[in-house]
Every structure is written in structure tokens, then in C-alpha cells.
């Protein structure tokens, strides 16, 4: 029945209005306002609400005719949304609109969404106010959108600040928990974390054997994660990492209400889903690549106080991930070439002194820290004829393999110059003139690090222990100290000159006299200089350290190091110490011979007493021998005058010295030869045997070993 006509003929429909007339406009303009996908409401002078359309009823999660007359400040009493009401209020007042940001969760919905709401006075033709326009703009996807550029803006400034692989890691877990995840883990394979020299990362399609987690962060509130085990954690084929890995895609794991919350599994590196309680329910997995290798699994997780992982999040973590899988990969790579470098420069290094009795040593080398790479620097102990000993320090400018091999060559060329008994300032010259040829035949203006930029520095010094002298040159290199008996420490005023691979300049050598007990020190400049204070400063605290270092030279080596170097030094570090001996004027005689053939008779008697005297009666048969040939030819060959000497250390050594500059030849011998066979029974006789040159002439040398 019609309740108008009150009969159960319909009424006749009441004629439509013009479009254009008031009374077509409005019911367009009610249906619009209560349809909009904007909430919209009204409030009076009051602050009382008037209108609310469905979409404000919606969000509010209260009806109109729930709303309906109530005080702004009513239905807006708790935070953020309390702020509304107070800028509503303050609109009124001051009759200018106001733009407000906001996030809250509506009622039914379990994720935040985010509000740009307007606030705008109503006012009549005369300005005078009607009351308040509320509307709020759905601005969720934007807010979103800002939030993730945001984080990886971050994530690409704050990973990788290190060139290491776990603390660029959990760099990673550090960026993105709490901003991205309620719980983040990064796991990498096994072969990553194993002997930087041998591993190498998993190629994409190979199977996936092992992970051990190395990273890891959770909010607080969020289940707790177990602590990272030091065991790797086999998968299993069908495991969710191992499926993650395999596909090399980012993968969205949401668990339904049948199944409940889960939480972190240290057995499987995931999630135990058969758990119950507050846990996790969305989990994102995604794999660590870089340069076509799979190195690890980032997991992130999500409580049930966040929303699920969709797919923008999925987008944004994969780009995360990327940046933090390169930058693992740097890390790995740089580990693996700084472990090569280490052992290959420590494989140059001598394990142990040298076997000598001029000087007691000790040394320490240490490589730089991780960021800075391992250097070139070295030093050495290389015993010469005579009782004399050389030291060697040097540094190799620049880091890393190339700087180690470049280390490598210059310390064999020393050694091979320094078996000829070159000066100082000589064996630098050569060790110059064997840097620039290298630098002539490796020349490769467009290869980074090639030789043409190659440079070192070097102090070089010979000992006698017969004369107590120091014959010294250097070549760029920081001046050694002296530490004399007394306790006074200072550096000795060496000519310094050019560093290696200038060329066509010259070195100088000085000599210093030494007192028995006399500690030299050689360095490297990374023991004096560092970021925060120059050479000179360093300098003086060196000098601070050698006046109060004690008996021991290894005790003085490391209090060296603990006084001058900070925790993590820039640059390598060596350092030797040589505490000087003296040999007794008895234990080596002199004598000058008559260029006669039968001055031979002679040395031979000479040497008998003499190692009589010595007790050294089972080397004289031998030692006749040898003083027979090496004086017959230094009286056939050389030069006056001829001279013999004999050295008692550890061994006897023989010298027999001329002023001819003819290099004695071994040679074999033909089966008819009359002669030729002298220099051949001195090497099958005597332990070594060599020749060294003087500004006078030559020596020839031979060393022989007491019975045991």
C-alpha cells in the first residue's frame, strides 16, 4: 500500500525538476558527498558534527547517527588524532585552513594506513565563519612509496661502510629492522666464510650445501632470535631457504590463521611453523646476489602488530639486498685477496734471523688493519763475509698484491746485491736502476696500479763487528735510531736520499762508530706517522720509547708497538731491532805477504800456528790447503800487496786480500790441465766462499766449520 495515498495504487511520479534548478542540484550534491571516496564531515561553530559521508563512517568505525552531534574533541581523544582536534579548534579561531599528516589503523584492518587530512572554515558571503570542513585523503601508497625511497637512500649510505664481511652484514639487518621488518636475519653460505684463499662463492645454479647465519636483529617485541651458531646448517632440498635459493627470486611466506604465528628456528635457519604463540606471520625471503653468484638469504619478518609483505616490499628489498650482496661481495673479495697478499708477504719475510753473531735481533712486521689492505713493507738480517751482518727495512708504496710482490722482488734483489758486497750507497744505486727498468718493461699508462707509478724506500746498513763501524745509506726512508749504552736515544743524520724509482740522482753512505751494546733501531714510517699526527711528533715518541726500553729486545719490540700504534694501524708496520757485539782483537790475526812465490811456505806456516794457538787442530790440514790456493793466486793474478787474514767466530774464516780488481773464475778443470783447479778444491773444501771488492783492490773469502 501506498503509505501516501494510503491505496494500493501507486502514486502518480511527481514531474522531475528542471536539470538546472536548485531542486535538481541538491539530491546530486547529497548523493556525491555521501558517495565520495574522500572522508568528509561537517562540524558546526560548535565543533559539533553535522554530516558525515559513508567513507568517514568507514574509517571511523562508527555509524552517522553514532556521530552526530558529538564534539570534535569527543570523537578525536587519543593520539595522533587528538592533534586534529586541537588544529580544528584553531581553525575556528583564526579562520585560516590547516593541513594535517597522520597515521592511524582503521577499525576491521590490521595495518596502519596513512591520512593527509584538510581542515577548511566554512564561512558565509560575508566571511563570517558557518563552521568546519573536514576531509582526509587516503595517502597510504605515497607515504609508502617516500618510506621505502627513504630506507634504501639509507640502506645505500650506511652498508657497506667497511670492508668487512660481517659487519657489512649486519649492516644490512641493522638498515631495515624496524623501519622494514619486525626481525631480519642474513645467513651466507658456508663456502663464503670459508679460507679466503681457496673459497669462492656458489655459482647460481650449483646445489645450495650449507648457510651459517652472521647477522641478525629483531624490535623489541618481536619474538627473539637465536643467537648465530658457529656450525654451518645443512638444508634440506625442500626447505624454504634452500627453495628461495634456488629460484634466485624474492619470495612472500604468509602464514593463515589455521596455522598461527611462528617463530625463529636455529635448526633450519627459518621459521618453525608448528609453534604457536606471539610470533611472526609474513616472512619475506630473499636471496644475496652480486655479479652473478649466490652468496647468502636475507629473511625478513613481520609480527602481527605489521602488515604483510606485498609486492612493493618485496621490490624494495630486492633492491636492498642487491646493494648489501655487492657490497658483501667486496668484502669477500677484498678478505680473500688481503689473505693471499698477507701470506704471500709473509712468505717473503724471514720466518727466523739469520744464523749470525754481529748482532742480536728482533723484529716485528704488522699488516695494516682490514680497510687499509697489507702494504710492502719488509725488512731482513743477511749474514756477509768478514763476521759482517746487513740490515734492511723497506716500504713499498701502496697496498695489496701488487705492493706485496713488488716486495717480494726488491727484497731478492737486495740479497743478491748484497752476496756481491756492494756499499750501501752502490746496492742502492743498483736497487734504483732495477726499479726503473721495471718500470720501463711492465710501463702501462691505462692499467691501474702499473709500474710506472711504482716507489719505495729503503735504509740499508752494513755492521763489522771487527771494527765496530756502520757503514749506512738510505733512500727516502726515515733516519734509524741510536740507542747507546748509556740509555741516550737519537736518530742518526744519514744523507738522505731520493726514493727508489726517481733514477738519475745519488746516494750517499756515512759511517757511524758504534759502542759494544749499542741498539740500532730501522722502521717503517707507519710506526712514526698516523692520521692524527705528523712524522715529526712520531718521531719523538719513538725516541721516548727506545730511552726507557728494557734489557730484552723482544720486550722492547712490543713495548715499541703498545706506545706508538693505535688499535688499528693505517698502514703496515716493521720493525727491527739490532743489538751490536764486538769480536776480541785475539780472535783474528793479520799478516802481509811478499808477492814472492815462496811467501806460499809462509802463509801456510803462519796459519798452522795460528790455529794451533786457537785450537782449532783439526781444520789446519784443510786450512793449508786452502791458504796455499788463494795466495798462490793473489801473488800469480793480483796485485802488491797481498795480504792474509784469519777470523775466529762460530767458524774460521780465511782472507786473502790484493790490489788487483781481476775477478777470480771457478772453472772444471780438462784431465790434462796442468792447472785450473785451485778456486774448484777452495768450494769442495770450505762451506762458501766468495769475493767482495774494496776501494784498495779484492778479497777473496772462505769460511770453513770446526768438527762438531
Same mark, same amino acid.
Given at each position: 500500500?501506498?503509505?501516501?495515498?494510503?491505496?494500493?495504487?501507486?502514486?502518480?511520479?511527481?514531474?522531475?525538476?528542471?536539470?538546472?534548478?536548485?531542486?535538481?542540484?541538491?539530491?546530486?550534491?547529497?548523493?556525491?558527498?555521501?558517495?565520495?571516496?574522500?572522508?568528509?564531515?561537517?562540524?558546526?561553530?560548535?565543533?559539533?558534527?553535522?554530516?558525515?559521508?559513508?567513507?568517514?563512517?568507514?574509517?571511523?568505525?562508527?555509524?552517522?547517527?553514532?556521530?552526530?552531534?558529538?564534539?570534535?574533541?569527543?570523537?578525536?581523544?587519543?593520539?595522533?588524532?587528538?592533534?586534529?582536534?586541537?588544529?580544528?579548534?584553531?581553525?575556528?579561531?583564526?579562520?585560516?585552513?590547516?593541513?594535517?599528516?597522520?597515521?592511524?589503523?582503521?577499525?576491521?584492518?590490521?595495518?596502519?594506513?596513512?591520512?593527509?587530512?584538510?581542515?577548511?572554515?566554512?564561512?558565509?558571503?560575508?566571511?563570517?565563519?558557518?563552521?568546519?570542513?573536514?576531509?582526509?585523503?587516503?595517502?597510504?601508497?605515497?607515504?609508502?612509496?617516500?618510506?621505502?625511497?627513504?630506507?634504501?637512500?639509507?640502506?645505500?649510505?650506511?652498508?657497506?661502510?667497511?670492508?668487512?664481511?660481517?659487519?657489512?652484514?649486519?649492516?644490512?639487518?641493522?638498515?631495515?629492522?624496524?623501519?622494514?621488518?619486525?626481525?631480519? *636475519?642474513?645467513?651466507?653460505?658456508?663456502?663464503?666464510?670459508?679460507?679466503?684463499?681457496?673459497?669462492?662463492?656458489?655459482?647460481?645454479? $650449483?646445489?645450495?650445501?650449507?648457510?651459517?647465519?652472521?647477522?641478525?636483529?629483531?624490535?623489541?617485541?618481536? %619474538?627473539?632470535?637465536?643467537?648465530?651458531?658457529?656450525?654451518?646448517?645443512?638444508?634440506?632440498?625442500?626447505?624454504?631457504?634452500?627453495?628461495?635459493?634456488?629460484?634466485?627470486?624474492?619470495?612472500?611466506?604468509?602464514?593463515?590463521?589455521?596455522?598461527? %604465528?611462528?617463530?625463529?628456528?636455529?635448526?633450519?635457519?627459518?621459521?618453525?611453523?608448528?609453534?604457536?604463540?606471539?610470533?611472526?606471520?609474513?616472512?619475506? $625471503? &630473499?636471496?644475496?646476489?652480486?655479479?652473478?653468484?649466490?652468496?647468502?638469504?636475507?629473511?625478513?619478518?613481520?609480527?602481527?602488530?605489521?602488515?604483510?609483505?606485498?609486492?612493493?616490499? $618485496?621490490? &624494495?628489498?630486492?633492491?636492498?639486498?642487491?646493494?648489501?650482496?655487492?657490497?658483501?661481495?667486496?668484502?669477500?673479495?677484498?678478505?680473500?685477496?688481503?689473505?693471499?697478499?698477507?701470506?704471500?708477504?709473509?712468505?717473503?719475510?724471514?720466518?727466523?734471523?739469520?744464523?749470525?753473531?754481529?748482532?742480536?735481533?728482533?723484529?716485528?712486521?704488522?699488516?695494516?688493519?682490514?680497510?687499509?689492505?697489507?702494504?710492502?713493507?719488509?725488512?731482513?738480517?743477511?749474514?756477509?763475509?768478514?763476521?759482517?751482518?746487513?740490515?734492511?727495512?723497506?716500504? &713499498?708504496?701502496?697496498?695489496?698484491?701488487?705492493?706485496?710482490?713488488?716486495?717480494?722482488?726488491?727484497?731478492?734483489?737486495?740479497?743478491?746485491?748484497?752476496?756481491?758486497?756492494?756499499?750501501?750507497?752502490?746496492?742502492?744505486?743498483?736497487?734504483?736502476?732495477?726499479?726503473?727498468?721495471?718500470?720501463?718493461?711492465?710501463?702501462?699508462?691505462?692499467?691501474?696500479?702499473?709500474?710506472?707509478?711504482?716507489?719505495?724506500?729503503?735504509?740499508?746498513? &752494513?755492521?763489522?763487528?771487527?771494527?765496530?763501524?756502520?757503514?749506512?745509506?738510505?733512500?727516502?726512508?726515515?733516519?734509524?735510531?741510536?740507542?747507546?749504552?748509556?740509555?741516550?736515544?737519537?736518530?742518526?743524520?744519514?744523507?738522505?736520499?731520493?726514493?727508489?724509482?726517481?733514477?738519475?740522482?745519488?746516494?750517499?753512505?756515512?759511517?757511524?762508530?758504534?759502542?759494544?751494546?749499542?741498539?740500532?733501531?730501522?722502521?717503517?714510517?707507519?710506526?712514526?706517522?698516523?692520521?692524527?699526527?705528523?712524522?715529526?711528533?712520531?718521531?719523538?715518541?719513538?725516541?721516548?720509547?727506545?730511552?726507557?726500553?728494557?734489557?730484552?729486545?723482544?720486550? *722492547?719490540?712490543?713495548?715499541?708497538?703498545?706506545?706508538?700504534?693505535?688499535?688499528?694501524?693505517?698502514?703496515?708496520?716493521?720493525?727491527?731491532?739490532?743489538?751490536?757485539?764486538?769480536?776480541?782483537?785475539?780472535?783474528?790475526?793479520?799478516?802481509?805477504?811478499?808477492?814472492?812465490?815462496?811467501?806460499?811456505?809462509? $802463509?801456510?806456516?803462519?796459519?798452522?800456528?795460528?790455529?794451533?794457538?786457537?785450537?782449532?787442530?783439526?781444520?789446519?790440514?784443510?786450512?793449508?790447503?786452502?791458504?796455499?790456493?788463494?795466495?798462490?793466486?793473489?801473488?800469480?793474478?793480483?796485485?802488491?800487496?797481498?795480504?792474509?787474514?784469519?777470523?775466529?767466530?762460530?767458524?774460521?774464516?780465511?782472507?786473502?786480500?790484493?790490489?788487483?780488481?781481476?775477478?777470480?773464475?771457478?772453472?772444471?778443470?780438462?784431465?790434462?790441465?796442468?792447472?785450473?783447479?785451485?778456486?774448484?778444491?777452495?768450494?769442495?773444501?770450505?762451506?762458501?766462499?766468495?769475493?767482495?771488492?774494496?776501494?784498495?783492490?779484492?778479497?777473496?773469502?772462505?769460511?770453513?766449520?770446526?768438527?762438531?
Amino acid at each position: 500500500m501506498n503509505p501516501l495515498t494510503r491505496t494500493g495504487v501507486p502514486a502518480p511520479a511527481a514531474p522531475a525538476p528542471p536539470p538546472d534548478t536548485p531542486e535538481a542540484v541538491t539530491p546530486l550534491m547529497e548523493h556525491a558527498f555521501t558517495q565520495a571516496p574522500i572522508a568528509m564531515a561537517l562540524y558546526d561553530r560548535d565543533c559539533r558534527q553535522v554530516r558525515a559521508n559513508d567513507e568517514m563512517a568507514y574509517i571511523s568505525g562508527r555509524t552517522e547517527d553514532e556521530t552526530h552531534g558529538r564534539l570534535l574533541t569527543d570523537l578525536l581523544p587519543d593520539p595522533p588524532l587528538n592533534e586534529l582536534a586541537r588544529q580544528g579548534a584553531q581553525v575556528m579561531r583564526s579562520g585560516r585552513p590547516a593541513r594535517a599528516d597522520v597515521r592511524v589503523t582503521v577499525p576491521g584492518e590490521d595495518r596502519e594506513r596513512a591520512w593527509t587530512t584538510f581542515l577548511t572554515p566554512v564561512e558565509d558571503g560575508a566571511g563570517r565563519p558557518l563552521g568546519l570542513a573536514v576531509a582526509a585523503l587516503d595517502t597510504t601508497r605515497e607515504y609508502l612509496a617516500r618510506r621505502r625511497l627513504s630506507l634504501v637512500n639509507e640502506a645505500t649510505a650506511r652498508i657497506g661502510t667497511t670492508l668487512d664481511l660481517a659487519r657489512t652484514a649486519q649492516e644490512l639487518a641493522d638498515v631495515t629492522c624496524g623501519r622494514f621488518a619486525d626481525a631480519v *636475519t642474513v645467513d651466507l653460505l658456508d663456502s663464503v666464510l670459508a679460507d679466503p684463499v681457496l673459497a669462492d662463492a656458489r655459482p647460481q645454479d $650449483a646445489p645450495v650445501t650449507a648457510l651459517r647465519r652472521v647477522a641478525q636483529r629483531a624490535t623489541h617485541g618481536a %619474538p627473539p632470535l637465536p643467537r648465530p651458531g658457529r656450525r654451518a646448517v645443512p638444508l634440506a632440498p625442500r626447505s624454504l631457504p634452500a627453495r628461495v635459493l634456488a629460484s634466485g627470486r624474492a619470495t612472500r611466506f604468509h602464514l593463515g590463521a589455521h596455522a598461527g %604465528p611462528c617463530r625463529w628456528s636455529s635448526g633450519a635457519l627459518t621459521f618453525d611453523e608448528s609453534t604457536r604463540g606471539d610470533g611472526i606471520h609474513s616472512v619475506l $625471503a &630473499v636471496p644475496l646476489k652480486a655479479r652473478g653468484q649466490v652468496l647468502g638469504l636475507a629473511q625478513f619478518a613481520r609480527s602481527r602488530r605489521s602488515g604483510p609483505f606485498d609486492e612493493d616490499d $618485496a621490490l &624494495v628489498a630486492e633492491d636492498i639486498t642487491a646493494r648489501a650482496a655487492t657490497c658483501i661481495d667486496n668484502a669477500r673479495r677484498y678478505t680473500r685477496e688481503r689473505a693471499v697478499a698477507v701470506t704471500l708477504q709473509r712468505s717473503l719475510l724471514p720466518a727466523r734471523p739469520a744464523t749470525q753473531n754481529a748482532v742480536d735481533v728482533a723484529s716485528r712486521y704488522l699488516p695494516a688493519c682490514s680497510e687499509a689492505g697489507v702494504g710492502g713493507d719488509w725488512f731482513d738480517v743477511i749474514p756477509l763475509s768478514g763476521t759482517r751482518v746487513a740490515l734492511v727495512v723497506g716500504d &713499498v708504496v701502496g697496498h695489496g698484491l701488487y705492493a706485496s710482490a713488488t716486495m717480494g722482488r726488491l727484497r731478492t734483489a737486495v740479497r743478491t746485491l748484497a752476496d756481491l758486497d756492494m756499499p750501501p750507497d752502490e746496492l742502492l744505486t743498483h736497487l734504483d736502476d732495477l726499479v726503473l727498468q721495471n718500470q720501463r718493461e711492465q710501463h702501462d699508462p691505462g692499467a691501474p696500479g702499473s709500474f710506472d707509478e711504482l716507489c719505495a724506500t729503503c735504509v740499508y746498513a &752494513v755492521y763489522d763487528p771487527l771494527t765496530r763501524t756502520c757503514v749506512m745509506a738510505a733512500a727516502g726512508h726515515p733516519a734509524p735510531v741510536l740507542l747507546t749504552p748509556d740509555g741516550d736515544a737519537r736518530f742518526l743524520d744519514l744523507p738522505h736520499g731520493p726514493p727508489l724509482g726517481l733514477g738519475g740522482l745519488p746516494f750517499e753512505s756515512r759511517e757511524v762508530s758504534l759502542p759494544e751494546g749499542s741498539v740500532l733501531a730501522l722502521y717503517t714510517d707507519g710506526l712514526v706517522e698516523s692520521a692524527d699526527h705528523d712524522i715529526r711528533h712520531g718521531g719523538d715518541r719513538l725516541l721516548r720509547a727506545m730511552a726507557g726500553a728494557a734489557d730484552s729486545l723482544e720486550e *722492547t719490540c712490543d713495548s715499541v708497538l703498545d706506545t706508538l700504534l693505535p688499535e688499528k694501524p693505517g698502514d703496515d708496520v716493521a720493525l727491527l731491532l739490532a743489538r751490536t757485539r764486538a769480536l776480541p782483537g785475539d780472535r783474528t790475526r793479520t799478516w802481509e805477504l811478499a808477492p814472492d812465490p815462496s811467501a806460499v811456505a809462509d $802463509a801456510r806456516a803462519l796459519a798452522t800456528r795460528q790455529l794451533t794457538t786457537w785450537g782449532l787442530d783439526d781444520l789446519v790440514f784443510t786450512t793449508e790447503l786452502v791458504v796455499s790456493e788463494l795466495v798462490t793466486n793473489a801473488i800469480r793474478y793480483g796485485a802488491a800487496p797481498v795480504r792474509l787474514r784469519l777470523i775466529h767466530d762460530t767458524r774460521l774464516i780465511c782472507e786473502v786480500s790484493d790490489a788487483g780488481h781481476t775477478a777470480p773464475r771457478l772453472r772444471r778443470a780438462r784431465t790434462y790441465d796442468e792447472g785450473g783447479r785451485g778456486l774448484f778444491l777452495v768450494a769442495q773444501l770450505t762451506d762458501r766462499w766468495g769475493t767482495r771488492y774494496t776501494p784498495d783492490g779484492k778479497t777473496i773469502w772462505a769460511e770453513l766449520l770446526p768438527a762438531a
